[in-house]
């Protein structure tokens, strides 16, 4: 995420091994945030997971639990990635995941000018209400039991790599499926995810009446018994390698 700074040696680092991950590296986080005045005596500051911002005002309030939930794409809860400043932007603590550890780097001599304005609340509360609305869109309920061994139609989020919409195709889409969508592509029940063109993405949402969106989504078809279609169901699991 670009949070380590080049040649700056971390003010503390906490182990990945070490018991309780994410506590400890709260607590380090916070502990350093005090001393070199990145929290001011309010328990204000600002935050983002990536140097380019948005840098988003915060305040802490209670236990901090930051450590367990900004975390690298797909990595588990402690390995942090995340950067937090002080209001004036004179002092940054920047947290982030290396190959045996966790570093937490304090840098003060390569922030020069003040950080850009904190974004318009209003203007992020609608883009997340918005990301909401889309994210019910494209993830409707959870497939209804019983469920039977078949084909379904798998959308995975190109950012995000999640699974993003699942769903099954009836048996009398699926017998005309390979020669009138597919034409000489047979992919076997046991055989990969196969990735649907956007036009046959979209030939089949029309058929299946689902909405389809190929600039955010890669779409593809996978014959699955009904134990993998239920737990994928339930967990939204993330494409194995699908979009890379």
């Given at each position: 995420?670009?949070?380590?700074i080049g040649?700056t040696?971390?003010a503390?680092k906490?182990?990945?091994?070490?018991?309780?991950l994410?506590?400890?590296?709260?607590?380090?986080?916070?502990?350093?945030a005090?001393?070199?005045h990145v929290?001011d005596?309010?328990?204000r500051?600002?935050?983002?997971?990536?140097?380019?911002?948005?840098?988003?005002?915060?305040r802490?309030?209670?236990?901090?639990?930051?450590?367990?939930?900004?975390v690298?794409?797909?990595?588990?809860p402690?390995?942090?990635e995340f950067?937090t400043?002080?209001?004036?932007?004179?002092?940054?603590?920047?947290?982030t995941?290396?190959e045996?550890?966790?570093w937490?780097?304090v840098d003060r001599?390569?922030?020069?000018t003040?950080?850009?304005?904190?974004?318009?609340?209003?203007?992020f509360?609608?883009a997340?209400r918005?990301k909401?609305?889309l994210?019910?869109?494209?993830?409707?309920?959870?497939l209804?039991q019983?469920?039977?061994?078949?084909?379904?139609l798998?959308?995975?989020?190109r950012?995000?790599?999640?699974l993003?919409?699942?769903?099954e195709i009836?048996?009398?889409?699926?017998?005309?499926?390979?020669p009138g969508l597919?034409g000489?592509?047979?992919?076997?029940?046991?055989?990969?995810?196969?990735?649907?063109?956007?036009?046959q993405?979209?030939?089949?949402?029309?058929?299946l009446?689902?909405?389809?969106d190929t600039r955010?989504?890669g779409?593809f078809?996978?014959?699955?018994?009904?134990?993998v279609?239920?737990?994928?169901?339930?967990?939204r699991a993330i494409?194995?390698?699908?979009l890379?």
């Amino acid at each position: 995420m670009g949070i380590t700074i080049g040649g700056t040696e971390p003010a503390a680092k906490v182990p990945l091994v070490e018991p309780a991950l994410s506590a400890r590296v709260d607590t380090t986080w916070l502990r350093l945030a005090r001393e070199h005045h990145v929290v001011d005596a309010e328990g204000r500051f600002l935050i983002t997971t990536t140097m380019e911002g948005p840098w988003v005002p915060v305040r802490i309030r209670g236990e901090v639990h930051m450590a367990e939930y900004l975390v690298g794409h797909n990595a588990r809860p402690g390995h942090a990635e995340f950067v937090t400043m002080a209001l004036d932007g004179s002092v940054m603590c920047g947290v982030t995941t290396e190959e045996y550890d966790v570093w937490l780097v304090v840098d003060r001599e390569r922030i020069k000018t003040p950080p850009p304005p904190p974004p318009d609340m209003e203007a992020f509360r609608a883009a997340t209400r918005r990301k909401q609305e889309l994210e019910k869109l494209y993830a409707p309920e959870r497939l209804e039991q019983p469920l039977d061994d078949g084909w379904v139609l798998l959308a995975f989020h190109r950012h995000t790599k999640n699974l993003r919409r699942l769903h099954e195709i009836p048996d009398e889409v699926s017998r005309s499926l390979f020669p009138g969508l597919l034409g000489d592509n047979h992919p076997g029940t046991d055989a990969p995810p196969y990735r649907l063109a956007e036009s046959q993405a979209w030939e089949l949402g029309e058929r299946l009446g689902v909405p389809v969106d190929t600039r955010s989504f890669g779409y593809f078809l996978e014959f699955q018994p009904a134990e993998v279609k239920g737990r994928q169901s339930k967990v939204r699991a993330i494409a194995p390698g699908l979009l890379s």
